[in-house]
């Protein structure tokens, strides 16, 4: 059964401080993606990165970076330089290539104090 | 490009009494899904659609919850009736119909059950 772990609930930093977010996730498949979503208070979730697991380079865009290692299952996400507005609520999430359900982490809060 | 549309907002509901959701995705996405996302949790799929058929309704909770997509475009998502444990964000969101493609969300449903 597929999942997504999420560890860190809440964190804090520093506006301008690097900040990274943990992402680990269980799957059987061999083919799979990972995603990442930003909710900001409103409410709707952004995507920000498809990835799926053939593909191991890591990606940078803007601020934001990603680092996918597929052994140790991790597909942790780093913002640079961070800024208020990067304020959120960040998920995680897997789909397996056999369906097409993405199932989500539990989130992690992300505060960015000025 | 218009988003994917929710309606209403918020709703405040008695216990026992009925409640509907309606969802407009964006044009010419052929597969609509419904998410709840119970506080500090992540979104939880309860149904999927593919056009106007059911892909995946496995933890749509049959006996309170229906959806339907009449003519493959917009959704409504029912509850009846509702229970304490249903106060929730419902999100909405959809995709082209290719598979393990991102989703694109809507502002979501604030479900508050007294």
């Known amino acids: 059964a597929q999942k997504v772990t999420q560890a860190q609930t809440e964190i804090s930093v520093v506006e301008k401080e690097d900040v990274t977010l943990d992402c680990v996730y269980e799957t059987r498949d061999t083919t799979y993606y990972l995603f990442w979503y930003k909710q900001p208070p409103s409410g709707e979730l952004v995507f920000l990165i498809r990835?799926?697991?053939?593909?191991?380079q890591n990606e940078i865009s803007g601020r934001y970076s990603w680092n996918f290692q597929k052994s140790t299952s991790s597909f942790n996400f780093t913002i640079t330089a961070s800024q208020v507005v990067d304020s959120a609520v960040y998920f995680c999430?897997?789909?397996?290539?056999?369906?097409?359900?993405?199932?989500f982490g539990k989130g992690t809060r992300l505060h960015i104090l000025p | 490009e218009a988003g994917v549309a929710q309606s209403p907002r918020y709703k405040i509901i008695e216990k026992r009494q009925s409640v509907a959701f309606w969802c407009n995705p964006i044009s010419g996405h052929a597969t609509l899904y419904w998410y709840q996302q119970i506080l500090g949790q992540g979104p939880k799929l309860l149904i999927q659609f593919q056009n106007n058929g059911v892909v995946d309704d496995s933890q749509l909770p049959k006996d309170r919850f229906s959806a339907e997509r009449l003519k493959g475009v917009d959704s409504t998502l029912k509850i009846q009736p509702a229970k304490l444990e249903d106060s929730a964000v419902y999100l909405c969101?959809?995709?082209?119909?290719?598979?393990?493609?991102?989703?694109?969300f809507g502002s979501g449903t604030q479900l508050s059950v007294l």
């Open positions: 969101a959809s995709s082209p119909g290719r598979k393990n493609e991102k989703l694109f």
């Open positions: 990835r799926n697991s053939f593909d191991e």
């Open positions: 999430a897997l789909s397996e290539a056999k369906d097409d359900k993405i199932i």
